[in-house]
């Protein structure tokens, strides 16, 4: 595959759909629904014209534009894995300062 090839497959591949999702109508609301794109490409090759490349793309869902009588408002995704990964550092964190306080009391 040549460069410009993977760079037109890139190009393709990172349109307003990725960012922006078809809207939805539902009780007088529409919602359109908007996510975080992040993307890589690279590729190389030789003077015999051996080579390679490709692209990566990491899409997460950022949250949702909702317009309801001429009004858009925005409401964030939760990304609960995120949620628990904060939950469990802050555990960690407070379980070494208990330990330290409690040796530090033991003395």
Same mark, same amino acid.
């Given at each position: 595959m040549k460069v410009d090839e993977m760079l037109k497959g890139t190009y393709d591949a990172l349109t307003v759909k990725r960012v922006y999702g078809d809207a939805i109508e539902?009780?007088?609301?529409?919602?359109?629904?908007?996510?975080?794109?992040r993307g890589g490409a690279g590729g190389g090759g030789d003077e015999a014209g051996n080579g390679?490349?490709?692209f990566g793309l990491m899409?997460?869902?950022?949250?949702m534009?909702?317009? %309801?009588?001429?009004d858009a408002t925005w409401k964030?995704?939760?990304d609960l894995n995120r949620v628990i990964l904060g939950g469990q550092i802050v555990a960690v964190v407070a379980l070494l300062v208990l330990r330290s306080i409690l040796k530090? %009391?033991?003395r």
């Open positions: 539902r009780d007088g609301a529409t919602f359109v629904p908007v996510a975080n794109v390679g490349g490709g899409v997460d869902p950022a949250g534009f909702v317009v %309801r009588d001429g964030p995704a939760i530090s %009391r033991a």
